[in-house]
């Protein structure tokens, strides 16, 4: 049985940082693309970062681009979500899910597994 568990998340002033964490049990992680999103209060989930199973290749939001980082762990299989320069529209809850494939690994509907969320808080 595939699970996710993230840790990490608390309050951060803005411009401040904060690292995510990530742990897969029941999955080897490079074998699967892992990706992490946000939902905020109202609004729809909607995709940070993710990082391909083969080459390492990730991918970024726009919204949060320069400013964050997800890099796989290995010593805990799974991944960090390294954030860097933090703002209040930062604050949310974050995810962490998994797919077979890099494609599509940044689209809600197409992700296999999720964690049950971190929670982050960014206090201007």
């Known amino acids: 049985q595939v699970r996710l568990a993230e840790s990490g998340g608390g309050s951060v002033q803005t411009g401040g940082s904060l690292r995510l964490s990530c742990e897969a049990s029941?999955?080897?992680?490079?074998?699967?693309?892992m990706a992490w999103f946000r939902q905020a209060p109202g609004k729809e989930r909607e995709a940070v970062a993710a990082i391909s199973p083969t080459s390492g290749a990730t991918w970024y939001a726009d919204s949060v681009k320069g400013r964050v980082s997800i890099s796989r762990v290995d010593a805990q299989n799974g991944v960090s979500l390294q954030m860097y320069n933090v703002k209040p529209d930062d604050t949310a809850m974050y995810y962490c899910?998994?797919?077979?494939?890099?494609?599509?690994?940044?689209?809600?509907?197409?992700?296999?597994?999720w964690g049950q969320g971190t929670q982050v808080t960014v206090s201007s």
């Open positions: 029941g999955v080897a992680t490079r074998s699967v693309c």
């Open positions: 899910a998994i797919k077979d494939t890099y494609t599509n690994c940044a689209i809600v509907a197409k992700m296999q597994y």
